[in-house]
């Protein structure tokens, strides 16, 4: 198994930055991408950005491309989301997701393992 959890979500300004932090424990061997998702209430679980753990492959929703960066720190096994120029749609709870499959995946269903998530809200 695979634990995952997700720090630095908070309140930030409209334009501001925020980094969000998601540390692995367990079976990390195992894991070959990582990912960040979010849901807002009421809606369904979103893709965010997704990072391999073997090469320097990224990717990113459109919506967040050239804003947002996802980076990682294999020997703390930790990947990171870096925020800048949030909007207030970004608001959403965020969370952290692994997978052992080596592509990286937009479905939220081809993610093993799942953090708790950590809120962020940005005011306008």
């Known amino acids: 198994q695979v634990q995952l959890v997700e720090s630095g979500g908070g309140l930030v300004q409209a334009d501001g930055s925020l980094r969000l932090s998601c540390a692995a424990s367990?079976?990390?061997?195992?894991?070959?991408?990582m990912g960040w998702f979010r849901q807002a209430p009421g809606k369904e679980r979103e893709f965010v950005a997704a990072?391999?753990?073997?090469?320097?492959?990224?990717y990113y929703a459109e919506s967040v491309k050239g804003r947002f960066t996802i980076s990682r720190d294999n020997a703390k096994n930790t990947v990171y989301l870096q925020m800048n120029s949030v909007k207030a749609e970004d608001t959403s709870a965020y969370y952290c997701?692994?997978?052992?499959?080596?592509?990286?995946?937009?479905?939220?269903?081809?993610?093993?393992?799942w953090g708790q998530g950590t809120q962020v809200t940005v005011s306008s």
């Open positions: 990072i391999s753990r073997i090469t320097s492959n990224t």
């Open positions: 997701a692994a997978r052992t499959g080596i592509q990286l995946r937009r479905s939220a269903y081809e993610y093993d393992y």
């Open positions: 367990g079976r990390t061997f195992s894991i070959n991408a």
